[in-house]
């Protein structure tokens, strides 16, 4: 006890503390950019490693492309919900870095059998939806809800700086192995077991002491959707998510342009990420001031942009830079800013719950929204489709605007 | 673990990462070390004759057809993807990690033409002439978590020039209709002895069709389903291809000739799951790449009529074309 109480004196936020971002939000950005540098190089070569290592055909491909785990869902409402009743959101987020972790060197393992990858990759989901909540969950614990804008721009800063380093760290190790992918791998389950251990180390769980009527029960997780202004968070989360159309149809798109064709698919996601991490702190600052609504509304309608650039007169690179940095914009005033609303609404009982809930509503919602544009695509042509879309995102973010204004007044 | 003083758990940390970095550099490196460039013969080359032209080790190199066995001829053309006849050799190359090119090769392995191909490069063929030239490539395949693939077709005349970057903008009609549709992606080309004319797979609404397809008029017509990475005799009445077994490539494939007078399908001797588009090494042969679970390729054979057992030709080889 004395150990500790001279260890951390500057660990109980006084005065000065709450204008910092506490120490638990940067081990978790720590944890975060660690795990993202990992996650995002085999992202970005898994591709090239299926068609050119594996030559695998176009209907193999697309057999293992849809590998999606409805589990997952599950996964991440049964995971948010453990938390939250065990009161130990650290070990199930630690539990999903851990998976994901293993599951680099299950790549190595998993050989060029096209089944043994499809599951490696199924269980390397199943990890990220099991972290993903329990996290957030620890960030909003962790920060004064004032500042909670703040707090959740410098960990998506540090999240998306990993994303941006990723690829350029598969790259130097394949000019440094000769392209060996199995080197990545291995340099990805080094890199995502270093994060594993910054979050043991860091990472400090926050356990409240409820009062015993204050349980976790399935009742009282149900109970979340009596709550209005938790009902109108979860509406709005998943109206936006209905209109927002995958980042691979965007990159697509960007592709299809005969102008940019030869333009490197991971350079796309590097710049988004780019502008993701430069945005995202002053974003999050931001919302605290002028309110995280207003925000989260405009970064939808940066995306409307990037849909109406997409077949916009603008071409060549004025046309890649702008749509990239729009997209940035889309998600550093959104991702972060939506859980930093949701940390202001939930109890803090159900917190890892709630997040769940919200996260997966969007999370379905992509998906009925991939699905959506892809029949627009077909039956109106990508032209008219982007177009419908961004129309699309602007009635949404004029109705979600409504929806939430309603909760600032009651 | 905050019962660790935080000098403690930093240099835990240091230390972790030092070990971490050594392992992963370490294994970068020594995997480097076992990728040795080839030893080239100067007897290797593309003109016709009983051999087989094979990517070893992502370098072209040739085996005698007769008795594959003898030692190979080895050239220094780096190829993910290749494929030779009439005196003609198609080799796709990886320039870097995500940038591809075509090279057209003649006879003595000049270059006659070579652009830059957009996405991951999947398959080649040229048609028996040497004239036609065909290749597939992924467009999508951005990650790994979003759904989604698209491939891109095209042709080249090496004759008149002319060139058809993608498929896509071909009429199609479906079962005797006009159809549409933006799902529509096509891969393996084979071409027939007109030079004009072709088979391919087109892919839409979840199945996996055979088409025809006229490069003049830039059209293409379905003829039936569950026929993949077709591959035409030399006589032009089979298509050697890959089946989807229960109609679902979930499940894997198996070689099959489909007869296209009759539309009667032999299924071949090999019953393991083979993705390749496979290639006539004969009247009656059909040689094609086996992947090991370990993913280690090898060139193999089987007879045409679905007798007989299947036989290795080349270890360590893939993408296997009759000179």
Same mark, same amino acid.
């Given at each position: 006890?004395?150990?500790?109480?001279?260890?951390?004196p500057?660990?109980?936020?006084?005065e000065?503390?709450?204008?910092r971002?506490?120490?638990?939000?940067?081990?978790?950005?720590a944890?975060?950019l660690?795990?993202?540098? +990992?996650?995002?190089?085999?992202?970005?070569?898994?591709?090239?490693?299926?068609?050119?290592?594996?030559?695998?055909s176009?209907?193999?491909?697309?057999?293992?492309?849809?590998i999606?785990t409805?589990?997952?869902?599950?996964?991440?409402?049964?995971?948010?919900?453990?938390?939250?009743?065990?009161q130990?959101?650290?070990l199930?987020?630690?539990?999903?870095?851990?998976?994901?972790?293993?599951?680099?060197?299950?790549?190595?393992?998993?050989?060029? +059998?096209?089944?043994?990858?499809?599951?490696v990759?199924?269980?390397?989901?199943?990890?990220?939806?099991?972290?993903s909540a329990?996290?957030?969950a620890?960030i909003?614990?962790?920060?004064?809800?004032?500042?909670l804008?703040?707090?959740?721009?410098?960990?998506r800063?540090?999240?998306?700086?990993?994303?941006?380093?990723?690829?350029l760290?598969?790259?130097?190790?394949?000019?440094?192995?000769?392209?060996?992918?199995?080197?990545?791998?291995?340099?990805?389950?080094?890199?995502?077991?270093?994060?594993?251990?910054?979050?043991?180390?860091?990472?400090?769980?926050?356990?409240?002491?409820?009062?015993?009527?204050?349980?976790?029960?399935?009742? +009282?997780?149900?109970?979340?959707?009596?709550?209005?202004?938790?009902?109108?968070?979860?509406?709005?989360?998943?109206?936006?998510?209905?209109?927002?159309?995958?980042?691979?149809?965007?990159?697509?798109?960007?592709?299809?342009r005969?102008?940019?064709?030869?333009?490197w698919?991971?350079?796309?996601?590097?710049?988004?990420?780019?502008?993701y991490?430069?945005?995202?702190?002053?974003?999050?600052m931001l919302?605290?001031?002028?309110?995280?609504?207003?925000?989260?509304?405009?970064?939808?309608v940066?995306?409307?942009?990037?849909?109406l650039?997409?077949?916009?007169?603008?071409?060549g690179?004025?046309?890649?830079?702008?749509?990239l940095l729009?997209?940035?914009?889309f998600?550093?005033a959104?991702?972060?800013?939506?859980?930093?609303?949701?940390?202001g609404v939930?109890?803090e009982?159900?917190?890892t719950?709630?997040?769940a809930?919200?996260?997966?509503g969007?999370?379905l919602?992509?998906?009925?929204? +991939?699905?959506?544009?892809?029949?627009?695509?077909?039956?109106?042509?990508?032209?008219?489709?982007?177009?419908?879309?961004?129309?699309?995102?602007?009635?949404?973010?004029?109705?979600?605007?409504?929806?939430l204004?309603?909760?600032?007044?009651? | 673990?905050? *019962?660790? &003083?935080?000098?403690g758990? =930093?240099?835990?940390t240091?230390?972790?990462?030092?070990?971490l970095?050594?392992?992963?550099?370490?294994?970068? =490196?020594?995997?480097?070390?076992?990728?040795?460039?080839?030893? %080239?013969? #100067?007897?290797?080359?593309?003109?016709?004759g009983?051999?087989?032209?094979?990517?070893r080790?992502?370098?072209?190199?040739?085996?005698?057809a007769?008795?594959?066995? @003898?030692?190979? /001829?080895?050239?220094?053309?780096?190829? =993910?993807?290749a494929?030779?006849?009439?005196?003609?050799?198609v080799c796709?190359?990886?320039?870097?990690? !995500?940038?591809?090119?075509?090279?057209?090769l003649d &006879?003595?392995?000049?270059?006659?033409?070579?652009?830059d191909?957009?996405?991951?490069?999947?398959?080649?063929? =040229?048609?028996?002439s040497?004239?036609?030239? &065909?290749?597939?490539?992924?467009?999508?395949?951005?990650?790994?978590?979003?759904?989604?693939?698209?491939?891109?077709t095209?042709?080249?005349?090496?004759r008149?020039?002319?060139?058809?970057?993608?498929l896509? %903008?071909?009429?199609? %009609?479906? #079962?005797?209709?006009?159809?549409?549709?933006?799902?529509?992606n096509f !891969?393996g080309?084979?071409?027939?002895? #007109?030079?004009?004319?072709?088979?391919?797979?087109?892919?839409?609404?979840?199945?996996r069709?055979?088409? /025809?397809?006229d490069?003049a008029?830039?059209?293409? @017509?379905?003829?039936?389903?569950?026929?993949?990475?077709?591959?035409? &005799?030399?006589d032009?009445?089979?298509?050697a291809?890959? /089946?989807?077994i229960? *109609?679902?490539p979930?499940?894997?494939?198996?070689?099959?000739?489909?007869?296209?007078?009759t539309?009667?399908?032999?299924?071949?001797?090999?019953?393991?799951?083979? *993705?390749?588009q496979?290639? !006539?090494?004969?009247?009656?042969?059909?040689g094609? %790449?086996?992947r090991?679970?370990?993913?280690?390729?090898s060139v !193999?054979?089987?007879?045409? #009529?679905?007798?007989?057992t299947? @036989?290795?030709?080349?270890?360590?080889?893939?993408?296997?074309?009759?000179?």
């Open positions: 006890m004395y150990l500790s109480t001279i260890d951390r500057k660990g109980s936020a006084g000065k503390g709450r204008r971002i506490g120490a638990n939000v940067f081990a978790l950005g944890v975060s660690v795990t993202d540098i +990992s996650s995002e190089m085999i992202v970005a070569v898994l591709p090239v490693y299926l068609v050119i290592g594996l030559n695998l176009p209907a193999a491909y697309g057999v293992l492309d849809g999606y409805g589990a997952t869902a599950l996964l991440r409402l049964a995971g948010g919900y453990v938390a939250d009743r065990t130990r959101r650290k199930v987020a630690g539990v999903g870095y851990s998976l994901s972790a293993v599951m680099k060197l299950g790549l190595l393992a998993a050989g060029r +059998s096209v089944g043994a990858i499809g599951a990759i199924a269980v390397d989901r199943a990890g990220k939806g099991l972290r329990p996290r957030d620890l909003t614990l962790s920060t004064p809800s004032a500042d804008g703040r707090a959740f721009g410098v960990h800063t540090m999240d998306s700086a990993g994303a941006f380093l990723g690829p760290v598969a790259l130097a190790v394949l000019s440094l192995s000769a392209q060996s992918f199995d080197a990545v791998f291995v340099t990805s389950f080094c890199i995502a077991s270093l994060g594993v251990l910054l979050l043991v180390l860091f990472v400090r769980d926050q356990r409240q002491h409820l009062p015993a009527t204050h349980t976790v029960s399935i009742r +009282s997780a149900a109970g979340l959707f009596g709550d209005a202004a938790v009902r109108r968070l979860l509406v709005a989360a998943s109206l936006l998510g209905l209109v927002t159309v995958g980042e691979g149809f965007v990159y697509l798109l960007l592709q299809e005969e102008d940019l064709s030869i333009v698919f991971p350079v796309l996601a590097v710049g988004t990420n780019l502008a991490l430069l945005l995202a702190t002053p974003f999050g919302a605290d001031r002028v309110g995280r609504v207003p925000v989260m509304l405009g970064g939808y940066a995306l409307a942009g990037v849909y650039l997409l077949f916009g007169p603008l071409g690179w004025p046309m890649l830079v702008l749509t729009l997209h940035g914009v998600y550093a959104t991702d972060g800013v939506l859980m930093a609303l949701a940390g939930l109890p009982a159900l917190r719950t709630g997040i809930l919200i996260q997966t969007q999370a919602a992509y998906l009925v929204s +991939s699905v959506l544009f892809g029949v627009a695509w077909q039956f109106w042509g990508a032209t008219a489709a982007c177009q419908v879309a961004a129309v699309a995102v602007l009635v949404t973010v004029f109705a979600t605007g409504l929806l204004k309603q909760k600032a007044q009651s | 673990m905050s *019962d660790l &003083s935080l000098r758990r =930093v240099l835990i240091v230390a972790a990462a030092v070990v970095a050594i392992g992963a550099v370490g294994y970068a =490196v020594a995997a480097r070390e076992k990728a040795a460039p080839p030893v %080239t013969s #100067d007897s290797f080359s593309i003109t016709p009983p051999r087989l032209l094979v990517v080790g992502r370098y072209l190199a040739t085996v005698s007769d008795d594959p066995s @003898r030692p190979a /001829q080895q050239s220094a053309i780096s190829c =993910v993807r494929y030779a006849a009439g005196g003609t050799g796709l190359r990886q320039d870097s990690m !995500w940038t591809y090119s075509l090279h057209v &006879s003595g392995l000049a270059e006659t033409n070579s652009f191909v957009r996405g991951l490069p999947n398959r080649a063929r =040229v048609s028996s040497g004239r036609m030239v &065909s290749w597939t490539a992924f467009i999508s395949g951005e990650s790994y978590n979003k759904g989604g693939f698209s491939t891109r095209g042709i080249l005349d090496t008149t020039g002319d060139v058809a970057k993608s896509e %903008t071909f009429a199609i %009609t479906r #079962d005797g209709e006009p159809y549409q549709a933006a799902d529509v !891969w080309v084979t071409f027939t002895a #007109d030079d004009n004319r072709f088979y391919a797979t087109m892919a839409t609404d979840g199945l069709y055979l088409v /025809q397809g490069f008029s830039k059209t293409v @017509r379905t003829i039936t389903d569950n026929v993949e990475c077709p591959s035409l &005799s030399p032009g009445t089979r298509i291809f890959k /089946q989807a229960d *109609d679902n979930v499940n894997g494939w198996r070689l099959a000739v489909l007869d296209l007078e539309l009667q399908v032999t299924t071949l001797a090999e019953k393991r799951s083979i *993705d390749d496979p290639a !006539w090494l004969s009247g009656d042969t059909i094609y %790449t086996f090991d679970s370990d993913g280690t390729p !193999w054979a089987t007879s045409a #009529d679905g007798s007989g299947p @036989r290795l030709l080349v270890e360590n080889a893939e993408s296997p074309a009759g000179l």
